[in-house]
């Protein structure tokens, strides 16, 4: 097969698999922008209850490690 009608295959190929992923794409359930915003909220806001959390121990450790050290 030469250079060329592998390069023309290579491109059909390419092109067939942009189509298949612009129809995957139609059929996605893509969420509300209210959905999206309450997903942020409640991320962000268990990022920092276990930043606090962890952060506490963290602390806590730190305090018996140099008590028991001393």
Same mark, same amino acid.
């Given at each position: 097969? #030469?250079?060329?009608? !592998? ?10 698999? &942009?189509?298949? $992923? ?6 996605? #359930?893509?969420?509300? !922008? ?10 962000? &806001?268990?990022? $920092? ?22």
């Amino acid at each position: 097969m #030469s250079k060329k009608k !592998k390069a023309v295959k290579k491109t059909r190929k390419l092109g067939n698999y &942009f189509k298949e $992923v612009k129809i995957e794409l139609k059929k996605v #359930s893509w969420p509300s !922008k209210n959905e999206i915003i309450s997903s942020t909220v409640i991320v962000l &806001f268990l990022t $920092v209850i276990f930043s606090a959390f962890i952060g506490g121990f963290d602390y806590l450790f730190t305090i018996i490690l140099k008590l028991i050290s001393v």
